[in-house]
């Protein structure tokens, strides 16, 4: 049996609690008594670099461990942690937590990965995040380049101004950023290229379909080939079949991240991971033709 994940999460456990602001409290006080329970927990998912096809790096994926409900999505929670502004002080913790652990397993002398933590808009206008940013790398010892943050096109299209300037201030210390969910919101490419970001993550929707639908196939490799010629790496996420792993390589997407591989998994499922050194095949070199 696999580990419990998103799938097994009740996700729709508020649906019956639709009662205006009686809900909107009973969850806040939910929520603030989770973190003083210490009940949010990461999970970590494995990125591969198909070349190599090894794990290049981690993803940290934000749990509700309740007592009462169980294993909670962050699909159901972000959103309210984001209307209380709870999210910049769990925000906080996730980055600490991600970081401290990443520089750990490099303590243990395994292979170094680069640790994506996701980022939401909240974080991104509110709090001092390249100040929380820089002293999180400080506490925990971790080289900037072993830390990516993943911000959707949706938060830098809210406020695109100070947002670009704060990745660039951020990008300056050495801390890549890479494009959650791309292909989902405005998708405008001008501007991209004013952006420092190194990856372009492939939302999984587009990946879900991808060898049955043409067009969603024409779209990733539009997006691919848009990548490239902009400088720019693409990880797919969402990645489930050896069908969609096998476009992916044909078009050079670099980077994967799906169930084919790993679900996200418990930190210590993950260093077994790591220890065992799990890796899928990589990539063939092609053999020259033969010239009769
Ligand atoms: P995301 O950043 O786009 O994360 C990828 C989501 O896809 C994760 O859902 C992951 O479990 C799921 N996934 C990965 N591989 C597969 C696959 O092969 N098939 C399918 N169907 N799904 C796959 P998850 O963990 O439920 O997270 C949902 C969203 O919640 C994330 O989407 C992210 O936007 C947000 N989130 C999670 N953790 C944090 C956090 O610490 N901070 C912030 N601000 N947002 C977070
Ligand atoms: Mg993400
Ligand atoms: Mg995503
Ligand atoms: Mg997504």
């Known amino acids: 049996a696999s580990s419990p994940d998103t799938d097994t999460i009740c996700r729709f456990f508020f649906a019956d609690m639709d009662e205006g602001s009686r809900r909107q409290l009973n969850l806040d006080t939910a929520l603030r008594r989770a973190l003083e329970r210490n009940e949010f927990i990461l999970h970590y998912q494995p990125q591969l670099d198909l070349s190599t096809g090894r794990i290049i790096g981690a993803e940290a994926l934000l749990r509700w461990q309740s007592r009462d409900y169980g294993l909670v999505s962050p699909l159901n929670f972000i959103p309210l942690l984001e209307e209380n502004g709870m999210i910049n002080t769990i925000g906080e913790w996730v980055l600490q937590e991600a970081c401290r652990l990443n ?94 970001v190194a990856r372009i993550k492939i939302d999984k929707s587009f990946v879900a379909n991808l060898t049955s639908n043409p067009s969603d196939a024409a779209i990733v490799r539009a997006v691919v080939g848009m990548a490239h010629s902009l400088g720019l790496k693409v990880i797919a996420e969402g990645v489930e079949t050896e069908g969609q792993l096998g476009f992916l390589r044909g078009i050079n997407c670099e980077e994967i991240q799906g169930y084919l591989f790993s679900r996200p998994l418990p930190a210590d499922d993950f260093t077994l991971l790591l220890r065992e050194g799990r890796s899928i095949p990589p990539k063939q070199i092609e053999k020259p033709e033969r010239v009769l």
Do not use: C
């Not at 680069?114 to 206008?125: D, E, K, P």
């Open 103 to 196: 520089r750990k397993w490099q303590d243990e002398g395994l292979p170094p990965l680069r640790m994506a933590v996701n980022l939401s808009a909240r974080q991104f206008h509110g709090g001092d995040i390249p100040n929380i940013v820089k002293r999180t790398l400080e506490k925990t010892g971790l080289e900037p380049q072993w830390l990516e943050l993943e911000l959707t096109e949706s938060i830098v299209l809210m406020d695109a101004d100070k947002v670009i300037r704060t990745m660039h201030e951020i990008s300056a210390e050495g801390i890549g950023f890479a494009l959650d969910d791309f292909g989902t919101g405005y998708s405008s490419l001008s501007y991209l290229q004013r952006l420092p």
